[in-house]
């Protein structure tokens, strides 16, 4: 079968870096995604990777080894407004998304 | 407006009766999903369209019907809603390259009794 995996939920301090891990089993592979989700609002894009390696975007970076099946996603300079849910998703052979359930993400001051 | 826009915004349904989500896109996107999220569960396909005309099943289709006559509308009908439907269900678009990100609408609550 195939299987997202990511921890539930993670709690941080404003101002430091968080790393979110997500680790995958699809039937084939054709890009890592990761959408931040806040409470009540739709999902939105955050990052693509679809070689090894990482990928910086401003405060966020993205890590993706393929022979690992394992993503990173890198928070830095921590902000209230970054209290969200962060969603993995593996594109697979079909070229269709299969999601992970999300982690929680908790800013504390 | 560029976007994707859903309707409605929520909904109370009486488990036994019809109804549309509507998805409407103006990004002239080939692709269309419809997905719906549960609680500690991920985002779940439902049904899928890569083009006008075209429709494919997701991982969780029983139930669930969906048309696409054109490119901008792809509405999710449900034809006898049961109360294991309550959720709330996203619409997303997107071109079809590998890259391609998805877009996704407001989403619906729905509530079936």
């Known amino acids: 079968g195939q299987n997202i995996d990511q921890p539930t939920e993670m709690t941080a301090t404003e101002g430091a870096i968080v790393q979110i891990n997500c680790t995958y089993q699809t039937s084939g592979f054709n890009g890592l995604f990761w959408y931040q989700q806040h409470a009540g609002e739709a999902p939105t ?3 693509y990777n679809v070689l ?7 405060r966020f970076s993205s890590f993706l080894s393929r022979s690992k099946g394992y993503s990173y996603l890198l928070l ?12 993995c998703a593996v594109r697979d052979s079909n070229y269709q998304l299969i999601w992970g359930a999300g982690t929680k993400l908790i ?3 | 407006i560029a976007g994707i826009t859903q309707a409605p915004t929520s909904q109370i349904l009486a488990a036994g ?3 549309t989500l509507r998805c409407t896109q103006d990004m002239r996107h080939n692709a269309m999903y419809w997905y719906r999220q549960d609680l500690g ?3 779940r396909l439902i049904h899928y369209s ?6 494919g099943k997701g991982e969780v289709p029983d139930g669930y019907s ?6 901008d509308d792809f509405p999710l009908t449900l034809a006898s809603a049961v109360p294991s439907q309550t959720s709330v269900y996203f619409c997303a678009s997107s071109g079809t390259s590998g890259a391609d990100t998805q877009y996704f609408g407001p989403g619906t609550r729905l509530t079936v009794l």
Do not use: C, H
């Open chain 2, 41 to 43: 569960l991920g985002l």
């Open chain 2, 17 to 19: 009766r019809r109804m």
């Open chain 1, 52 to 58: 090894d390696g990482l990928e910086e975007k401003g």
């Open chain 1, 45 to 47: 894009f955050l990052s």
């Open chain 2, 50 to 55: 890569n083009t006008a005309g075209t429709t």
């Open chain 1, 76 to 87: 830095k300079e921590l902000q209230m407004k970054d209290s969200a849910s962060y969603l």
């Open chain 2, 66 to 71: 969906v048309s696409r006559a054109n490119t």
């Open chain 1, 107 to 109: 800013i504390k001051p």
